[in-house]
């Protein structure tokens, strides 16, 4: 499965209208959905307010979004964590799995957008907590060197598999007010016991994706694989995983 085959089937899965209910939108508000990916929430929300401004550095996950040509999002295709390309102060800014990618940045990147808020603006992060760890059981050895595979990625500016639990008190540092705390539940990152085919064979392009054979000998790596895909068809599988949705205010 293709990334972008893949990003617009997670989109299923994602409850945006859900998650929009939950916003502080107005009508008039301009707005920026910073790693928009293939605009799943972007085309949604665009209904709601007065202007998206859309963002991804991947020029083919914007295809879609490009291709639609709604009148009222703006799509810009540049890098998300220095956003001074917008000219505009924001209303709200929102941002679904992507703070996880800046893991040496992480308050530096945030600052930046808060930076590009008005006063009394809002923002909306939804990050993951926990993605590979979190699923249980797993053997003590692939336990361990998962945890060092994870610290290895994280060290060296990938991807922070625990970035979700950091994201509400570095946004205190900003004195940004906190006014939503949630725990999102999704069929595809959250659900414990046996997956159905559609998820059993998402996780599966999502681990081959990995790139454990970077730090680990191949054999290995594939046994870790296994193991974790394994969780899946299994219904004792338990999930610790949690999707975080941390929405604040600029004071």
Same mark, same amino acid.
């Given at each position: ?63 879609? &979004?490009?291709?639609?040509? !709604? ?5 810009? /295709?540049?890098?998300? +964590?220095?956003? @001074?390309?917008? #000219? ?100 595809? &990152?959250?659900?414990?016991? !046996? ?5 059993? /064979?998402?996780?599966? +392009?999502?681990? @081959?994706?990995? #790139? ?40």
């Amino acid at each position: 499965m293709e990334l972008r085959e893949e990003y617009e089937k997670q989109q299923e899965y994602r409850k945006w209208l859900e998650i929009i209910e939950l916003l502080p939108i107005e009508d008039n508000q301009v707005i920026a959905d910073l790693g928009c990916g293939t605009g799943g929430f972007t085309e949604i929300i665009s209904e709601k307010v007065r202007q998206v401004i859309a963002v991804d550095r991947n020029q083919n996950l914007l295809t879609n &979004l490009k291709e639609k040509n !709604i009148k009222n999002v703006s799509i810009i /295709e540049n890098d998300i +964590s220095k956003i @001074d390309y917008i #000219t505009e102060e924001l209303d709200g800014i929102f941002s679904s799995f992507s703070i996880a990618y800046f893991p040496k940045d992480m308050k530096e990147v945030i600052g930046n957008w808060v930076n590009k808020l008005k006063s009394g603006g809002w923002i909306a992060l939804i990050e993951i907590d926990d993605l590979l760890r979190g699923h249980q059981p797993l053997s003590e050895e692939n336990f361990g060197k998962l945890a060092r595979y994870e610290e290895h990625i994280k060290e060296n500016g990938v991807y922070d598999f625990q970035a979700g639990r950091k994201i509400k008190n570095t946004l205190k540092r900003f004195d940004m007010e906190i006014i939503l705390e949630k725990d999102l539940e999704d069929r595809e &990152l959250t659900a414990s016991g !046996i997956a159905d085919k559609e998820v059993y /064979e998402m996780w599966k +392009s999502r681990l @081959d994706r990995l #790139t454990i054979s970077q730090y680990y000998p191949e054999k290995i790596a594939q046994e870790i694989k296994r193991e974790l895909l394994s969780l899946f068809k299994n219904p004792e599988h338990i999930n610790n995983t949690k999707v975080k949705f941390i929405v604040a205010k600029k004071i």
